[in-house]
């Protein structure tokens, strides 16, 4: 990937249609071995993108889901304590506790999280894409967890030492956030950063036709033509690129072959997640 038009060409071929101003964020993350910091609303697109340059890049694709209560043992490594009881246990039974005590912290008995498996890939020459996706639902704290690895590609371990990907096999990291509290400027500033919106109603349509080619030209102009006009209209949560498919796929499925208000009224379910979002547009069709 020499050049922006290459990666906009990469990613599309993967089945991603990004505008410059991503491909090209994207081609100086990739240049420059940065991280890549996600931000928008849900459903524009985000996540896919780590999917799309691990397929792009022909990289296996490492996802931390990040939630409330998210905590080191489960986002980088934890000590497998039944496991060390049994062999201290077993040490005992062959009077040989000293020596185990000794080793007890050792790799064997670590159990390797997402951020550990991307470094250990990193240092075995598979660099991998990691995702760490939508680390606003995490708690805050949990940010300085990942300060080391976003800047230094590293993780410290305090029994058994520091595991670090080499400057010439690095893991793609892409963060993602849906913005539903401000992430931490100490972790902004370790990543490139992107703001991604909504797309223009052309590249909507280019993106239905691509991931969907199956929906008839004429269904999926419409499609595109009704959605963006939803975004205009006060809802709680505008439609996203994700509800558009699948609100066009839905349609397939019954055969429509243009829109209609019956047809409409009937598969809101499909683009709308909120009760009060459908019954304003509802009203608004009648």
């Not at 010439?168 to 992430?183: D, G, K, L, Q, Y």
């Amino acid at each position: 990937m020499n050049t922006i038009d290459s990666v906009t060409t990469g990613l599309e071929r993967a089945g991603y249609i990004a505008d410059r101003q991503l491909a090209t964020v994207i081609f100086l993350a990739l240049k420059m071995g940065r991280p890549l910091f996600l931000e928008g609303e849900a459903g524009v697109g985000k996540t896919e993108v780590a999917k799309v340059l691990a397929a792009m890049l022909d990289r296996p694709l490492i996802r931390l889901q990040c939630y409330e209560g998210l905590d080191l043992n489960s986002a980088a490594y934890e000590w497998n304590a039944a496991k060390q009881m049994m062999a201290i246990r077993l040490a005992e039974a062959r009077g040989d506790a000293t020596s185990v005590e000794r080793n007890i912290y050792s790799r064997d008995y670590l159990t390797a999280r997402p951020l550990l498996q991307a470094l250990e890939l990193a240092q075995a020459g598979t660099p991998p894409v990691l995702l760490i996706d939508e680390l606003d639902r995490a708690d805050e704290p949990f940010e300085a967890f990942l300060l080391e690895v976003l800047s230094d590609f590293q993780l410290t371990i305090p029994e058994l030492g520091t595991v670090a990907a080499s400057a010439n096999a690095r893991p793609v990291v892409v963060v993602t956030s849906n913005r539903t509290r401000e992430i931490h400027d100490a972790l902004k500033r370790r990543c490139l950063y992107h703001w991604v919106d909504y797309p223009d109603i052309e590249r909507e349509w280019k993106i239905v036709t691509t991931r969907a080619p199956e929906i008839p030209e004429a269904l999926s102009r419409e499609v595109v033509a009704f959605v963006q006009r939803l975004r205009r209209m006060d809802l709680f949560k505008a439609p996203g690129i994700a509800e558009t498919l699948d609100w066009s796929r839905a349609l397939t499925a019954l055969d429509a072959m243009t829109l209609d208000p019956a047809t409409v009224d009937a598969t809101l379910g499909a683009l709308l997640k909120y009760q009060e979002d459908i019954q304003k547009v509802r009203a608004g069709n009648n």
